[in-house]
């Protein structure tokens, strides 16, 4: 980049904070997992959202069951980046094991 270019802008949000980091979760079905089991490239459809009180920023944003989410590259901090509606959303670990996903958009009927 010259010093004429300007610089590119990103739109990005981060929620969550670092205590408690842990990817574990209790059992589930088979077919749903947490988001922090995912792949970079993954399309995922959001489930369910546990432990709501530390999610309500992603309530606020509009994230809920049925929302398509594609997993981006992580950062260098080790937050776990997702695309959402054109936009770029960083998430900590801790709150990416409270969103449970399915990769199999059929099963997005029954949610």
Known sequence: MTENQ???????DFIGGSEGLSDTTE??????FPLTQAKVGDRVWI???????????????????????EVLPPTAGGSIVVSYQGNRIGLSSY?????????NSTLMEDV
């Open 95 to 103: 709150i990416a094991c409270h969103i449970m996903v399915t990769d």
């Open 6 to 12: 300007p610089a590119k802008k990103w739109k990005f």
């Open 47 to 69: 489930t369910g959202l546990r432990n709501t009180q530390d999610i309500k920023p992603l309530l606020k944003m509009g994230l809920q069951p049925g929302n398509q989410l």
């Open 27 to 32: 059992e589930t079905e088979e077919s749903f």
